[in-house]
């Protein structure tokens, strides 16, 4: 596509209640948002880095940055390809000397795909499932919940999300507040509820650095049935990660860890996952995402798509992802009213009885989703424009 003009904007979207994770708490969620704009149309895209850098070394400041002075620049004077325009598969030569910043990378190749999917009158998800079966046509609703003071609360909680149509719910963990908090949610949830835990790297078991082994603490987990430990280790620690799993009964899934396709693979190979956790802004592309996706459905290996406190445009293509075949588990796709009372495009919404809820897919063109401009432009903290 020719790219004339990028637009990047900085939304500030407060969240219903606070969302607390091992590694923070969030509060009011702002993202930068991305719009390319060419002579044949637009594309829009949603940079998954959080407003502090907590989950990984990206944040919403420094993201916004990234776009505006690195990646637009090369975007717009497209030194690699002459003046015909770029298309999505040749994003990565052409951010080929930016190192890291995956999540600024994605979010210009989200809007970049959504640019080039509503020229080919296509969806995204057809777009990242192009080979029989194609995607789904909904998603099962799968709902994150933060850490919670008590597991009473938690067990509430995991009812009313429960009631509200959710079949899968993963529960964030800690050291310390672990065993009492998942017996109560699964006590809450029922046999039938698809539970999940995550620590966001939180334990150890490093016997070298004086007593501490977390693996005992969550080895008691094993009895809860849960369906995965989401990243129990460190991110850079895939050894540990392949001993743990020899110690547990329950399956290991990354997240963190997994920044390539490449390390996936090393992961699954080495026996330090089982399950993947797939975040197309984490790989810096939702091509590769795909990619991994194909991957797993082709080795028989469990995989969902996670989420990142997204608006309702990093949703869209988080479900146009899910809707991929190798999605084979429930993942992070909730309803959009579970984080925010406002959005910048239509709510999705769960569909479904209690516990066995979905959420349509968009089958519209590219995100499939009517972006509300003037809302936009009210959460807007700050927007630049970078023209050719
Ligand atoms: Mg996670």
Same mark, same amino acid.
């Given at each position: 596509?020719?790219?004339?003009?990028?637009e990047v904007r900085i939304v500030a979207l407060p969240l219903v209640t606070p969302f607390a994770a091992s590694h923070g708490t969030t509060s009011i969620r702002t993202a930068v948002l991305v719009r390319l704009a060419g002579p044949d149309g637009e594309g829009w895209g949603e940079c998954a880095a959080l407003p502090e850098p907590t989950y990984s070394a990206e944040f919403v400041d420094d993201a916004f940055?990234?776009?505006?002075?690195?990646?637009?620049?090369?975007?717009?004077?497209?030194?690699?390809?002459?003046?015909?325009?770029?298309?999505?598969?040749?994003?990565?030569?052409?951010?080929?000397?930016?190192?890291?910043?995956?999540?600024?990378?994605?979010?210009?190749?989200?809007?970049?795909?959504?640019?080039?999917?509503?020229?080919?009158?296509?969806?995204?998800?057809?777009?990242? !499932?192009?080979?029989?079966?194609?995607?789904?046509?909904?998603?099962?609703?799968?709902?994150?919940?933060?850490?919670?003071?008590?597991?009473?609360?938690?067990?509430?909680?995991?009812?009313?999300?429960?009631?509200?149509?959710?079949?899968?719910?993963?529960?964030?963990?800690?050291?310390?507040?672990?065993?009492?908090?998942?017996?109560?949610?699964?006590? !809450?949830?029922?046999?039938?509820?698809?539970?999940?835990?995550?620590?966001?790297?939180?334990?150890?078991?490093?016997?070298?650095?004086?007593?501490?082994?977390? !693996?005992?603490?969550?080895?008691?987990?094993?009895?809860?049935?849960?369906? @995965?430990?989401?990243?129990?280790?460190?991110?850079?620690?895939?050894?540990?990660?392949?001993?743990?799993?020899?110690?547990?009964?329950?399956?290991?899934?990354?997240?963190?860890?997994?920044?390539?396709?490449?390390?996936?693979?090393?992961?699954?190979?080495?026996?330090? @996952?089982?399950?993947?956790?797939?975040?197309?802004?984490?790989?810096?592309?939702?091509?590769?995402?795909?990619?991994?996706?194909?991957? @797993? !459905?082709?080795?028989?290996?469990?995989?969902?798509?996670?989420?990142?406190?997204?608006?309702?445009?990093?949703?869209?293509?988080?479900?146009?992802?899910?809707?991929?075949?190798?999605?084979?588990?429930?993942?992070?796709?909730?309803?959009?009213?579970?984080?925010?009372?406002?959005?910048? @495009?239509?709510?999705?919404?769960?569909?479904?009885?209690?516990?066995?809820?979905?959420?349509?897919?968009?089958?519209?063109?590219?995100?499939?989703?009517?972006?509300?401009?003037?809302?936009?432009?009210?959460?807007?903290?700050?927007?630049?424009?970078?023209?050719?």
């Amino acid at each position: 596509m020719r790219i004339e003009a990028v637009e990047v904007r900085i939304v500030a979207l407060p969240l219903v209640t606070p969302f607390a994770a091992s590694h923070g708490t969030t509060s009011i969620r702002t993202a930068v948002l991305v719009r390319l704009a060419g002579p044949d149309g637009e594309g829009w895209g949603e940079c998954a880095a959080l407003p502090e850098p907590t989950y990984s070394a990206e944040f919403v400041d420094d993201a916004f940055l990234t776009i505006r002075d690195v990646l637009a620049p090369r975007l717009l004077t497209n030194p690699v390809f002459g003046s015909g325009g770029v298309s999505s598969v040749e994003l990565p030569a052409l951010f080929a000397d930016v190192v890291g910043h995956p999540m600024a990378k994605a979010a210009i190749e989200m809007a970049l795909l959504d640019f080039e999917c509503r020229s080919a009158n296509v969806s995204l998800a057809h777009r990242l !499932a192009p080979n029989p079966p194609g995607p789904t046509a909904s998603v099962p609703a799968g709902v994150a919940i933060g850490l919670l003071d008590t597991p009473d609360a938690l067990a509430q909680q995991i009812a009313a999300q429960i009631a509200e149509g959710y079949g899968r719910v993963k529960i964030k963990i800690a050291p310390g507040r672990d065993i009492e908090f998942v017996r109560a949610a699964r006590e !809450a949830a029922g046999r039938d509820i698809i539970l999940v835990v995550d620590a966001n790297g939180a334990y150890r078991i490093d016997g070298s650095v004086g007593e501490i082994d977390d !693996a005992r603490a969550l080895s008691q987990l094993d009895e809860f049935d849960l369906a @995965c430990i989401e990243q129990p280790l460190a991110a850079d620690n895939l050894l540990d990660h392949a001993e743990l799993a020899r110690r547990l009964d329950t399956p290991i899934c990354l997240d963190e860890s997994l920044t390539s396709a490449s390390i996936t693979r090393q992961a699954l190979d080495m026996g330090a @996952c089982s399950v993947v956790c797939v975040k197309a802004p984490r790989y810096g592309s939702w091509l590769v995402a795909a990619d991994v996706l194909d991957h @797993c !459905a082709g080795n028989d290996i469990p995989a969902w798509v996670g989420g990142m406190l997204d608006t309702g445009l990093g949703r869209a293509a988080n479900i146009a992802l899910a809707a991929h075949p190798g999605a084979t588990m429930p993942g992070d796709i909730s309803a959009t009213s579970r984080f925010f009372s406002e959005d910048v @495009c239509p709510p999705f919404v769960v569909d479904g009885p209690a516990g066995a809820g979905s959420i349509a897919v968009p089958t519209g063109n590219g995100l499939g989703v009517a972006v509300d401009q003037l809302r936009i432009e009210r959460l807007t903290t700050n927007v630049d424009l970078i023209r050719a």
